[in-house]
T-cell receptor, first 115, second 112 residues
């Protein structure tokens, strides 16, 4: 498995501002993912972050709104830019681990409220 | 692309009773299947997974799930529910690109 931490755990932000969420994992991993969970909803994949390359974004998500960094194999950041109340969600990072039975393990999430 | 349906939005069960959560998937090949649990205010915890082999898989916290290819299902079961099992449960399907598609989730309420 993997031990994943996220900072901050929660935040309340004003519209128009930006927030950077950090994700730290206890071992080196190739693939990291960022998900959004809107209130009462399931998880939606925002992007895949691989070290040494640009993040790959899913349909409906763009780099200008959700820039991602992946400076090394244990760390990634997601920035939510120019926030609006619609960005109020839980943001979760996950990592893929395992050989032959690759499994995603999730961090505790960052709960964001935009006023 | 793969997709997942969890037909039950909310299930209420008495403590000590059995629990079954339904999951149906759509995918052209053999999928990778997962069940995760999210307790209030928490992240997702992996309960169990299926990749191949024995179609009945055991997980943590006394949960098990059975893969039925003919029914495109991966239902989660627990013989006797504890109050601490109250949570939201997500079924997910993965494909060769390692991306996961999640179902809408089933909220489980446990009554005393």
């Amino acid at each position: 498995s993997a031990v994943i931490s996220q900072k901050p755990s929660r935040d309340i932000c004003q519209r128009g501002t930006s927030l950077t969420i950090q994700c730290q994992v206890d071992s080196q991993v190739t693939m990291m993912f960022w998900y959004r969970q809107q209130p009462g909803q399931s998880l939606t994949l925002i992007a895949t972050a691989n070290q040494g390359s640009e993040a790959t974004y899913e349909s409906g998500f763009v780099i200008d709104k959700f820039p991602i960094s992946r400076p090394n194999l244990t760390f990634s950041t997601l920035t939510v830019s120019n926030m609006s109340p619609e960005d109020s969600s839980i943001y979760l990072c996950s990592v893929r681990k395992g050989t032959g039975q690759e499994t995603q393990y999730f961090g505790p999430g960052t709960r964001l409220l935009v006023l | 692309a793969q997709s997942v349906t969890q037909p039950d939005i909310h299930i209420t069960v008495s403590e000590g009773a059995s629990l079954e959560l339904r999951c149906n998937y759509s995918y052209g090949a053999t999928p990778y299947l997962f069940w995760y649990v999210q307790s209030p205010g928490q992240g997702l915890q992996l309960l169990l997974k299926y990749f191949s082999g024995d179609t009945l898989v055991q997980g943590i916290k006394g949960f098990e799930a059975e893969f039925k290819r003919s029914q495109s299902s991966f239902n989660l079961r627990k013989p006797s529910v504890h109050w601490s099992d109250a949570a939201e449960y997500f079924c997910a399907v993965g494909a060769g690109d390692y991306k996961l598609s999640f179902g809408a989730g089933t909220t489980v309420t446990v009554r005393a």
